[in-house]
């Protein structure tokens, strides 16, 4: 009997490890799902370095328990899957939030985003963001503008000036 009580012990540990190391957690209801979309499902989230593991509702709600992430605890009911990252806070919710537009069987429940609770709307609006180097040459056209426009402001005076002087 101990023996049962300590592998359960150890299972909630591990979960809330994961909880605690991971960028964004992701909880999934995949109810619906064939195996052949549960396969795609973990081979797209594998490639992006997400891991993707069902646990029992009640050892996820002691790990999140042991988190003060009690909030999460609403979301842990019926088959659940959870997607941990530890690298990348927006690959988990952006190939989630795809995956349940072409499969209406997914349904996303909750998440938690750098260690705070998030709603589905707050997963599905991480999701809609760009990609990290979509990001980036955003910020490095905005950082360029200016000198562009300076630039093209002294070019103009030039020749302006090469006008006046011809």
Excluded at 41 to 67: H, P
Excluded at 151 to 161: F, H, I, N, P, R
């Amino acid at each position: 009997m101990s023996s049962a009580i300590e592998a359960k012990k150890q299972i909630v540990q591990e979960i809330a490890d994961k909880m605690k190391s991971s960028k964004s957690t992701i909880v999934v209801d995949y109810r619906g799902l064939n195996v052949a979309e549960v396969t795609e499902l973990r081979k797209q989230l594998r490639e992006a370095g997400v891991e993707f593991k069902v646990y029992k509702n009640s050892l996820s709600r002691l790990a999140a328990d042991s988190l003060e992430l009690s909030a999460l605890n609403e979301a842990l009911t019926g088959p659940n899957a959870i997607a941990f990252s530890n690298e990348d806070v927006v690959a988990p919710a952006k190939i989630l939030n795809d995956f349940a537009k072409k499969h209406e069987a997914l349904e996303i429940k909750a998440g938690v985003i750098e260690g705070n609770v998030s709603t589905v709307e707050e997963v599905k609006a991480l999701a809609e963001l760009p990609s990290r180097e979509g990001l980036l040459s955003m910020l490095l056209s905005v950082l360029q503008a200016p000198i562009r426009n300076l630039a093209l402001a002294t070019k103009a005076v030039a020749d302006q000036k090469e006008e006046q002087g011809a």
